[in-house]
């Protein structure tokens, strides 16, 4: 079977491009590795990849899930796998792009999940329908901080899922991530790419100022949702213009905090979860990544 190319990094860093050029040096096929560029609908706030953009290379895991369906690191982990295998039987190289790293991990190693049915999640969560986003996150940095480092308050869905195993099962999440092997279960390489802090907060910037000019105020107004969809960064912002309650330039710096914030979590979490050969964008070329994935340089867990 052909190994896998996961290419990572923080938001902005120009990771788009850079797998584009290396499925043509590979002969290879692009996966999505990231948790809401799946939904249909929201390509401006995701800066999703254009249909035009793709360059006739296959892109899988791309706007297929509506957007009021929720999902989770559990479903992307049997849609994946599900992919890389196709992608194997062409005998055709697998490229995951993205940066969500929990997904990623989940997809690649022998993570396992609980199998509750939507029902019994619906019913825990009325358990807590009057408690706010904020108080919610702070009861589960109480009983599982671990967990609570990688969670973002407003994932009020995945914070109750963590607080729901707790109460159930008397041991948290994190706990039982922990104790399980995470064995890494394919061939595979990963590469990081980077980029000077400040030059990346340009590129954030620019991008927060480019979704406007683009539309994205329209998009989030016709694409209204409480699914898990409404996680993208900005979603919540930009209902909060769209209410009155922040002005345009309060909304487009608060997009840009949040999503400098998110850029720190990313290479925190990327950083010590897999182990990872970085490149420097300015400096290093995908012939030079694409050199690097042809030498015998599996992961190493």
Known sequence: MNKILVIVGPTAVGKTRYSIELAKLLDGEIINGDALQVYQGLDIITDKISDSSMDNIPHHLFSFLPIDKNYSVADYQKNIRLKIKEVQSRNKTPIIVGGTGLYIKAALYDYNFDEQNDDFHEKFALKYQDIDNQTLYEHLVKIDPESAKILHPNNRRRVLRAIEIYE?????????????????????????????KEKLNENINLRVEQMFENGVVDEVKNNKTTSTASNAIGYHSIENYLNGLISLEQCKEEIKTKTRQYRKRQMTWLKHQFDVKWFDVSINSPLEIYNYFKRDNTCKD
Do not use: A, P, R
């Not at 399980?180 to 980077?194: M, P, R």
């Open 168 to 196: 159930t099962s008397g041991s948290t999440k994190s706990k039982q991530i922990s104790n399980q092997k995470h064995e890494l279960l394919y061939d595979c390489v990963f590469v990081g790419l980077t980029l000077d």
